[in-house]
């Protein structure tokens, strides 16, 4: 029994001087050791702990986090609303009166956005109009360029070029991209005529052209060999160090 005791209080001796002479930042730095993954992770920076990063807590990371609430309630709703009633022309009105045409800037924005993005392109045209009523609006070009893209790969080439026309009254000017996929559009649509319109107004753009829209032009009037060669020639001049491949004489229906 006494030998127990004495034991005892060696130890304790021992523990009591080892801890004097331990400094109070290497007990701090071991006390990490004894805390949760989560809580280590985050008091501890990256470069002093390379392998820090292999580890995750389980929590939605950061961007994806904030990506998923980007679209509030209201504009989910407002979304929703439009889809539920674009074939009841007065309960939709009615409805953009009642609830879309009191949500904030961002949330309009959002709705709008949304709307191109799922194709709902005729609804995103009345949340453009009803954007364009606000006091706070101002004529923004890639607000037009968003929609007129989105009008175009849906092949509704007259509601995109009203809004083209309007853009244009504005003095806004469209850019390379804009004018490829409208370009893009009409020639799926069958109208090389008014690609051809789009693509001389594209040459009298401030902004010098890019290669692609030529590429477009030039692929899309294959069966129109008098209207590739004008692009064709402007490509060149442009272009000098860029090769042009031209199909067999076949294609073009020459014998």
């Known amino acids: 029994m006494a030998g127990r ?18 400094s109070p930042s290497a007990l701090q730095e071991s006390s990490l050791l004894l805390k949760p993954r989560a809580q280590f ?12 990063r292999r580890f995750h807590d389980g929590r939605p990371r950061g961007p994806l ?4 609430k980007l679209i509030g309630k209201e504009a989910l709703f407002a979304i929703s609303g439009l889809k539920r009633f674009k074939d009841d022309g007065e309960k939709l009105e009615k409805f953009i009166k009642t609830h ?3 949500l904030l800037k961002l949330d309009m924005i959002a709705v709008l956005s949304e709307l191109e ?3 709902e392109v ?4 009345k949340m453009f109009g009803v954007i364009q009523k606000q006091d706070w609006y101002k004529p923004d070009v890639f607000l037009y360029k968003d929609l007129i893209i989105a009008l175009a790969r849906c092949k509704k080439m007259d509601e995109a070029m009203q809004l083209w026309e309007t853009m244009r009254k504005e003095e806004l000017f469209p850019d390379s991209q804009t004018y490829t996929e409208v370009i893009r559009g009409f020639l799926r649509y069958g109208s090389p005529a008014d690609a ?3 693509y001389e107004d594209m040459k009298l753009s401030p902004d010098p052209p890019d290669e692609l829209p030529f590429r477009i032009m030039l692929k899309g009037l294959i069966p129109h060999p008098l209207l590739r060669n004008r692009v064709k020639q402007d490509f060149e001049e442009l272009f000098p ?9 076949e294609i073009f229906g020459v014998r």
Do not use: T
Not at 41 to 52: F, M, S
């Open 5 to 22: 005791l004495f034991s005892k209080s060696k130890f304790r001796f021992f523990v009591s001087s080892l801890l004097r002479n331990v």
């Open 41 to 52: 992770l985050e008091q501890c920076p990256a470069e002093g702990v390379p392998w820090a």
């Open 241 to 249: 160090e860029r090769h042009v491949y031209d199909p067999p004489e």
């Open 117 to 119: 993005r799922q194709e």
């Open 122 to 125: 005729s609804l995103a045209v």
């Open 100 to 102: 879309v045409s009191r």
């Open 196 to 198: 051809m319109n789009i």
């Open 65 to 68: 986090w904030r990506g998923k």
